[in-house]
């Protein structure tokens, strides 16, 4: 069974940084596409960030200029790096791997930003 794991929330003042890694497991094959989301009380879940497995990256619009997503196909790991955080980033933020033979996510990290 694939294994999924996040690291790296926590709580930031307004305009600090954090570092999202995850973290699959190595019976993990044909990797997509790699992602991260997040869902904040009350709202959907929501893509925050997606990269291929040749490197092609996409952002949400809040996001864009403020977070860069980064991938590790060799060690089956993606990374968000978020800067300039606003409370309104405040989330659960969910890792996530697209293959060809399943979907996986992990167990989700909480990111809170005070104002």
Request: aromatic content about 8%.
């Given at each position: ?20 890694s ?14 991260w ?16 497995y ?62």
């Open positions: 069974q694939v294994q999924v794991v996040e690291s790296g929330g926590g709580l930031v003042q307004a305009g600090g940084s954090l570092r999202l995850c973290a699959a497991s190595n019976n993990i094959f044909r990797i997509n596409t790699m992602g989301y997040r869902q904040a009380p009350g709202k959907q879940r929501e893509l925050v960030a997606s990269i291929t040749g490197g092609r990256t996409t952002y949400v619009d809040s996001v864009k200029g403020r977070f860069t997503i980064s991938g590790d196909n060799n060690k089956n790991m993606v990374h968000l790096q978020m800067d300039s955080l606003k409370p309104e980033d405040t989330a659960v933020y969910y890792c996530n791997f697209w293959t060809s033979v399943g979907n996986y996510w992990g167990q989700g990290t909480q990111v809170t930003v005070s104002s």
